[in-house]
């Protein structure tokens, strides 16, 4: 069983930054793809980005390309989301996710979840 757990949401400016973290429990973090996907007010859940289990490889939301980077740390069981020039349509519930497929799975279809840190961006 792998618990995923969020936090560094919060209120920013428009052209702000924030940094997301998810740490992970159990001893099988460095085998897990990770991601992050957001649901925002009266919308579903979309993809964010996702990592692959050695870091090495990354995908992006053509939404958040060039703005949002995705990292992870194996050592330390931590996936991170530094997001840069936030824009209120970034305003959403943060989730990260893990699953023990590959990095193309679509998100939906992830194992575990975490339960959300909040994100909101004012203008």
């Known amino acids: 069983q792998v618990q995923l757990v969020e936090s560094g949401g919060g209120l920013v400016q428009a052209g702000g930054s924030l940094r997301l973290s998810c740490a992970a429990s159990?001893?099988?973090?460095?085998?897990?793809?990770m991601a992050w996907a957001r649901q925002a007010p009266g919308k579903e859940r979309e993809f964010v980005g996702a990592?692959?289990?050695?870091?090495?490889?990354?995908r992006y939301s053509d939404s958040v390309k060039g703005r949002f980077t995705i990292s992870r740390d194996n050592a330390k069981n931590m996936m991170y989301l530094e997001m840069n020039n936030l824009q209120p349509e970034d305003t959403a519930i943060y989730y990260c996710?893990?699953?023990?497929?590959?990095?193309?799975?679509?998100?939906?279809?992830?194992?575990?979840w975490g339960q959300g840190t909040q994100v909101t961006v004012s203008s």
């Open positions: 990592i692959s289990e050695s870091g090495g490889t990354t």
């Open positions: 996710a893990a699953t023990w497929l590959f990095i193309h799975t679509p998100v939906n279809d992830y194992h575990y």
């Open positions: 159990g001893r099988v973090f460095n085998v897990l793809t």
